[in-house]
């Protein structure tokens, strides 16, 4: 037995590759099955994370579990799908049990929180990186996308924007806080938490949706280009987090909720009339603005004055470290 | 626009990305959609192929495209699956027009010769890398695992064997040879072809089945151990190619068949009684051995001696270059 067979065999004990609902046949074979609700469709979405890219190496390996899941299952939330199971390819220079141990630990965690199985993948010696995919399913028909927006609705998004991309400078050991302020930061950068229930209390409801990854303003543009309409972003109404204000200051926080990247916060579009019954359910619903005719995003300050900015988000290989 | 969504583009307007059965939402959201006929699972399987582990960096990118998808597409094969869709997760170092364009045209011809749809991916900067998943589907119970085989069950293979492994020195510039004997072992290597067909006629009528990619005493023994059996090989019945033979004789051609790896065809075990239908069905069937009571992987010579090997397959980070 080689030793990336051996990683496979270490993966293939993890306890989210025990089974599930909707897993016919998980790690082992030449495939896995998965089974479907009658009438439901599959969704499936594809991450992949590059050491020295999409992370730093060295990093903690739990960490790193905690957010590759994290980051590929909030994919399923913007699409309202119900989270099933997913596959990891793993690419490593060498076999680091401990390494691997915690890595495995906090994809567990992660696979726990979210309620998906390990049912395959592939183990191979190279330069380390992850690609993860996930399945879930969503009633055919159901599923939200990105091309439903039309003019009068509002637009929302589900939580505070800009945390990531903040807790950046903590990640690399640029700059030092207080606990009250790191903690929360990082948090939010390193265990994303994937708006799976929000995602499916808003099919039926929102005309559009999707996961902040590439930053609100670059986001926003796929909305807007999917759904033939402009969406127009009021600045001063953008949730903000206590800690980035306070490690940031108010003109960097907002920077960082237009255009850094990593929230993995649902963005979305809905008719006013679905708002109060979303409120009144405890979603975090936070309106930032509104979907009229025409293309593209527009920033408009307190005032109403046009103010967007010519570069709109991260590109993936620039992000970090 | 950055260069990476550039290459998200360049693939979403490739041939194999417009759609097709079974494919509600292709590229273009934060999931794809993928419907299933009434009653039936889901297969999927997971493969990456590293530069300079699994191939050889430079090589023909257009070879690469086609072998990248079949090596994947063939574990639905093995599964019995109807192939349905995929998924490219591309790490790239830099980007070659040139050479996305000759991939994508590799990919394109085995996703047509394969009927697969490319439904999403990532595309991201670092290291060579590319990870496929396959989607297919399979009527719920019909399945080909490999945990079926049964005492009496004759072995069969699909095909010839050795043929890729026999390649290698020329894929690597290590031997020259006629083309009579270069062009088929070569065509073998870089675009096997799927046994997508004789996985769907074995439905029903084996009872275990795998592609063989780490060769084929190694990946009996898979069989062997998910069965609870005893694999019995009959050297002299393996099939071997008249362009692996005359390339390096016959004792060489047996090793490569047995231990070799990369052939990516069918091995699979049948009651005898299956045996005459699929033979009429002019499908191709080789029978190389038997199931018998125990456990593991047992070698005959055509004297009935006993002559295992110790060492049984490739470690895939050992293959190549």
Same mark, same amino acid.
């Given at each position: 037995?080689?030793?990336?067979?051996?990683?496979?065999?270490?993966?293939?004990?993890?306890?989210?590759?025990?089974?599930?609902?909707?897993?016919? *046949?998980?790690?082992?074979?030449?495939?896995?099955?998965?089974?479907?609700?009658?009438?439901?469709?599959?969704?499936?979405?594809?991450?992949?994370?590059?050491?020295?890219?999409?992370?730093?190496?060295?990093?903690?390996?739990?960490?790193?579990?905690?957010?590759?899941?994290?980051?590929?299952?909030?994919?399923?939330?913007?699409?309202?799908?119900?989270?099933?199971?997913?596959?990891?390819?793993?690419?490593?220079?060498?076999?680091?049990?401990?390494?691997?141990?915690?890595?495995?630990?906090?994809?567990?965690?992660?696979?726990?929180?979210?309620?998906?199985?390990?049912?395959?993948?592939?183990?191979?010696?190279?330069?380390?990186?992850?690609?993860?995919?996930?399945?879930?399913?969503?009633?055919?028909?159901?599923?939200?996308?990105?091309?439903?927006?039309?003019?009068?609705?509002?637009?929302?998004?589900?939580?505070?924007?800009?945390?990531?991309?903040?807790?950046?400078?903590?990640?690399?050991?640029?700059?030092?806080?207080?606990?009250?302020?790191?903690?929360? =930061?990082?948090?939010?950068?390193?265990?994303?938490?994937?708006?799976?229930?929000?995602?499916?209390?808003?099919?039926?409801?929102?005309?559009?949706?999707?996961?902040?990854?590439?930053?609100?303003l670059a986001?926003?543009?796929?909305?807007?280009?999917?759904?033939?309409?402009?969406?127009?972003?009021?600045?001063?109404?953008?949730?903000?987090?206590?800690?980035?204000?306070?490690?940031?200051?108010?003109?960097?926080?907002?920077?960082?909720?237009?255009s850094?990247?990593?929230?993995?916060?649902?963005?979305?579009?809905?008719?006013?009339?679905? =708002?109060?019954? *979303?409120?009144?359910?405890?979603?975090?619903?936070?309106?930032?603005?509104?979907?009229?005719?025409?293309?593209?995003?527009?920033? =408009?300050?307190?005032?109403?004055?046009?103010?967007?900015p010519a570069v709109r988000g991260?590109?993936?290989?620039?992000?970090?470290?």
């Open positions: 037995m080689g030793e990336f067979e051996l990683i496979s065999r270490f993966f293939a004990a993890a306890p989210c590759a025990q089974g599930g609902e909707g897993i016919a *046949l998980g790690i082992g074979d030449d495939c896995a099955l998965l089974a479907l609700p009658a009438g439901e469709q599959l969704a499936v979405s594809t991450d992949t994370l590059v050491a020295g890219v999409h992370f730093a190496d060295p990093c903690d390996p739990f960490l790193l579990g905690q957010r590759s899941l994290a980051v590929a299952v909030s994919d399923l939330a913007a699409m309202g799908a119900n989270p099933l199971a997913f596959t990891l390819a793993l690419t490593t220079p060498s076999v680091d049990i401990d390494w691997l141990q915690r890595y495995a630990q906090g994809l567990n965690a992660m696979a726990q929180s979210c309620g998906v199985g390990l049912v395959g993948g592939d183990t191979t010696r190279g330069p380390l990186s992850l690609t993860l995919t996930v399945f879930g399913s969503v009633p055919a028909g159901q599923a939200l996308t990105r091309s439903g927006a039309r003019p009068g609705d509002l637009l929302c998004v589900g939580g505070e924007l800009g945390n990531a991309a903040g807790a950046l400078p903590l990640v690399l050991g640029q700059r030092t806080a207080d606990a009250a302020i790191t903690e929360p =930061l990082l948090a939010h950068y390193w265990s994303p938490q994937p708006q799976l229930a929000l995602g499916l209390a808003l099919r039926g409801k929102a005309t559009a949706a999707m996961d902040i990854s590439d930053g609100l986001d926003c543009g796929h909305i807007a280009k999917a759904s033939a309409v402009r969406l127009v972003v009021e600045r001063h109404r953008l949730p903000l987090s206590t800690a980035l204000l306070a490690f940031v200051g108010e003109d960097q926080a907002r920077v960082a909720a237009l850094g990247g990593d929230d993995y916060v649902l963005a979305f579009t809905l008719p006013a009339s679905q =708002l109060v019954p *979303l409120q009144a359910g405890n979603w975090p619903v936070h309106v930032i603005g509104r979907v009229e005719a025409g293309q593209g995003v527009t920033l =408009l300050d307190a005032n109403g004055q046009d103010v967007t991260y590109q993936h290989f620039r992000r970090a470290p």
